[in-house]
């Protein structure tokens, strides 16, 4: 297991595996790695011969309030458990070593950023585009995984792979859940006892939502004054956003006739947890 | 010598050179080939196992009033021309195989790009960025070679390449001359026989320019000014902007105490040329 801190580091040990003709798969994440991350790293070391993890807490998607500094770390336990789901490597960079002073180069994907936790957290998603592309210039994956939690995230990280011809394959992987229903995020760690039981409201409300999608409801705006009443009776919870919105354009929909997401972002308290899923017609 | 019009030809030739362990040259053009880009390829012939060059007129790089559709295009001259160079093959896409409908990712270069020929051609280095990067993305040549001419375009260029991590090394190209000095451009088409002559105000001032800096004058201002009694000259020339500027961060000089750039921006009737040169300190 290599723990690599320098950009030329991962561009020669890449280089070493295409020599000999290997396979490379790329899991990006932001550490504090969990069950969710361990399920990207198994598919990518099952898919791939090689397999990369980077570990880096990115500071330019996160806002000025947001929780950048108190953002959980920590590199010792995520080399563990990279180890043991089967990386080869993990890059594990510090910020001075991904942006230059004068950084003056941004990438941005319009339509869909504007919506959902783009039109929550401004400049959120160019931060996530600038540090992917940064990052699959320099792993050059033929695979790249993640996680479907983030589902605007991996529509816009599609969208820029396209437009901006990267070779690369971007993988998609399903949401990994606690056994009462939460899904895995970094984040739970902020929860206390009590909104940890309350957290339980954004899987509740979605298995809601998908109970009636199977019993034909088509309204979304039904489902939409079905979900806020639901959310209501939650007091530690405050909406952030519920969406139903077309799958692919991420587009609002009013009547339910194709493929839809139904986001979710909720306060419960000061930690802001999403979740959500895909129905497919 | 391959004609190639796909993305995935592209792909497919550059990773059976791989293979081989060949390097890749590229030389990005809008075709109309002259002797300016036939020094680019011949340099890249020299300095790698196989060369691309890609002809299009990219679209997204000229703003709604200029000369797209009256931009000159003659593939089987410019072919010819990058055969007789020692090119390999030419990529010469339809717009159609570059962009989607709703294409929607931006890749922008803040700073060096409000000066200059930004501030007259508001889009025009993000239609430069993004088509570079992409054409980056799809060729991976390990040196892409650039002109001179297009002094704040390489400036630009290598900003983004660097800011991106892409890995590839901007290889800068010196100006190539007509011998009564007009700098090489694919415009120069477009000049009537008055307008040709009168186009030799941009290298005559610079050579004047650059004889004063050898006399040792360092205040911009007083180059600015004698540039500009010498424009007055040329009834056909109109100044778009003649500036001196740091030759890294293309910044305002008033004391020449480092390297610069004097780049030179003027219509000749209708026609838009630029000329320009870096004068070491």
Known sequence: MMLLKQIKE??????????????????PTMGALHEGHESLIKRAVAENDRVIVSVFVNPTQFGPNE??????RNIDKDMQLCMNAGAVAVFNPEPEEMYFDDKSTSVSVSGLTDVLCGAKRPGHFNGVCLIVS???????PDKAYFGQKDAQQVAVIKRMVRDLNIDVEIIPCPIIREEDGLAKSSRNTYLSYEE????????RILQMVRKELDNGERDANKLREMIAEELNKE?????????????DSLKHVEVIERSILVPIAVYIGKTRLIDNFIYEL
Chains 1, 2 share one sequence.
């Open 235 to 247: 007091p530690l919870a405050k909406i952030d956003y519920v969406e139903i919105v077309d799958s």
């Open 196 to 203: 940890r039981k309350a957290a339980l409201v954004l899987s």
């Open 134 to 140: 940064k990052f699959l210039n320099i792993v050059t």
């Open 67 to 72: 929780d950048y500094d108190a953002y959980p």
């Open 10 to 27: 991962v561009r020669k040990l890449v280089k070493s595996w295409r020599k000999e003709g290997l396979t490379v798969g790329y899991v």
